[in-house]
């Protein structure tokens, strides 16, 4: 049987969601699915490893990867700038795997515009109030930064009518069911696997 192309899944959502929570739980025991690791000219957070959370470079090198199409899209987000490095993910998707790319909303309109296959996932918390909650808790962002990322969630809110899924993250674990369903039900697609009908 011919080998099925990955889906390029897009997650979402307002850092504080819960995001890679709900990410590492719904990708335990999954082998199906790689993450995409991006660029940032963020300064690393305690606990980020550089080529594991992000590789971390500096605003030059950000520029000459832009200039060179080396990403697949990018975005700044509260003064900085993130992006997708384009090769990895074509050569995993060749090679069946499904990507996940974990982007703020005006990067994932660019690949929904680009890849209108792409999965979009948008994940939020169950308030803003919880959100805030979650920001202040993580200890990580001085006042300012969050003050910054909390009005950037509500723009990101107004513009994310292009998704084709919401998982609301009451529940980490009910989410990160949610999530392995959505991945596990794309893959299952007509399209993707019509070919197979005249195979068996
Ligand atoms: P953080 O600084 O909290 O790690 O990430 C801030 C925001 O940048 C999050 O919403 C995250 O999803 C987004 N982000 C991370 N990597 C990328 C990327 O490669 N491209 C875009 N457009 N956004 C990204």
Redesign the pocket.
Known sequence: MAKQRGKLIV?????GAG?STVVSKALEGRSDVCF?V???T?KP?PNEVDGK??FFVDLDRFREMVENDE?L???E??A?S???PRAYVEKKLDEGMNVL????V???R?VHEKMPDAVMIFIIPPSMEILEQRLRGRGTDSERKIEA?LIRAKQEYAEADFYDYIIINDDADKAAAEFSAIITAENCKYELRKNILSEV
């Open positions: 997650i979402s959502g307002p850092s995001k995409s991006s660029v940032t963020r957070r959370a992000y990403l899209e990018h975005a987000y509260v900085n993130y992006g997708t790319l974990d982007i703020e005006q990067g994932a660019q990322r």
